[in-house]
């Protein structure tokens, strides 16, 4: 038979309780004390006037619900001015190898500008969740791609901003290419090709050069084994430690690297061959990527060159405040292309606000949504 507690052990215990509680407590406040704010907390803490911070907020929650749509590379050129509480964001589809570079230039390094990265969380159409904000003061965000999926990309400035600015956004592979001095077009074959009649599907990429090419590391790692045997012939594997990935590559005509050894990108693996299952097909180079127990991984957008973008040449000064149409009515479009869905019409009485210009197209804001219009069905007031 189990002896009861005394009271006052009982009360003992009930005390330390609260104290551990409250301690826990403590230290949950003081971690949150200490975490680092935001750019745009920095700025908000010094703000004076409380009307204006709920304007800011506001316009930034509207804005979030409205992005546009762009594929990257992207550039766009236009005019923050004061007390309009312009606030941009852009949806674009990501994926793992990509590393994003988001830059803003503007005519004074005084100028605040806020860069924030969501990322649309899984299983929802509507909710993002914050991955990363640029640092105070800083016109910059670069951010590698661990997970595939839709990204908003939201630009703040501040409220006396007065200034042309140039928005740059694009993307570059983590990965040097495979092959020397080759690049995108030497790519002839793809992921998820049919192999065998259907019977099995293309895990990765081949890459096609003379016999003899070199195949070079991709990124710093470590030769994990090498080998000549089955479907890939002579093969090597490279182990990238930072990313947790192993990258392969077979139909080797011949192999230098040994296992063990460490390589840095651009140290040459192997030359270009036709070794195994390839030995009817002009000398390539297989090139795989896989990742713990997912398997195969889709190597391109690790390898793929994306085209670089310079600053507008634009006169950042000839962009009107506002536009009107010079057509009976005009398609809105989702993104600055035909390829976007239209999402509305508006007619020549109705008032446009320019926000900036992509190319040929002005990125507008109506009285009820963001979007695009073609600048020849526009003229500036």
């Not at 035909?338 to 008032?351: C, L, R």
Request: with cysteine.
């Amino acid at each position: 038979m189990k002896k009861k507690l005394p009271k006052l052990q009982y009360f003992t215990l009930f005390l330390l309780l609260v104290v551990f509680v409250a301690s826990c407590s403590g230290i949950s406040k003081a971690t949150d004390m200490f975490a680092k704010p935001t750019a745009k907390q920095i700025y908000l803490q010094d703000l004076q006037s409380p009307e204006l911070r709920e304007l800011w907020e506001e316009q930034a929650e509207l804005a979030f619900r409205d992005s546009v749509l762009i594929s990257l590379p992207y550039l766009e050129t236009g005019r923050f001015l004061p007390k309009t509480f312009p606030v941009y964001s852009y949806e674009v589809a990501l994926n793992p190898g990509e590393k994003l570079i988001m830059k803003i230039e503007t005519d004074t390094t005084e100028t605040l500008v806020f860069l924030d990265l969501f990322r649309q969380k899984v299983d929802s159409l509507t909710s993002f969740e914050h991955v990363l904000s640029a640092e105070y003061e800083s016109n910059l965000l670069q951010k590698e791609i661990s997970s595939p999926g839709i990204y908003k990309i939201v630009v703040q400035p501040e409220i006396e901003s007065n200034t042309p600015f140039n928005l740059s956004i694009a993307t570059v592979p983590v990965y040097e290419f495979p092959v020397s001095s080759k690049g995108n077009s030497a790519i002839q074959s793809y992921w998820g090709a049919q192999r065998d009649g259907g019977r099995r599907s293309h895990e990765g990429i081949d890459i096609f050069a003379p016999r003899g090419t070199p195949v070079v590391a991709t990124t710093k790692g470590r030769v994990s084994r090498t080998g000549n045997k089955g479907l890939g012939g002579k093969q090597v594997w490279l182990r990238d430690n930072e990313r947790g990935l192993s990258l392969y590559y077979a139909h080797l005509d011949s192999i230098i690297a040994t296992p063990g050894m460490l390589v840095s990108p651009g140290d040459t693996l192997g030359l270009v061959g036709n070794t195994g299952n390839a030995k009817t097909t002009p000398p390539h180079l297989h090139f795989g990527i896989y990742k713990g127990y997912s398997g195969a991984v889709n190597p391109l957008p690790y390898v793929y060159q994306k085209e670089t973008i310079a600053s507008s040449e634009m006169p950042l000064e000839a962009l009107a405040d506002n536009l009107f149409i010079t057509t009976t009515t005009a398609n809105l479009r989702r993104g600055p292309s035909t390829k976007f869905p239209v999402i509305s019409q508006i007619k020549p009485s109705d008032t446009l606000r320019i926000l900036g210009k992509s190319n040929d197209w002005y990125h507008i804001r109506t009285k009820e949504k963001a979007s695009f219009i073609h600048e020849s069905l526009i003229k500036a007031l």
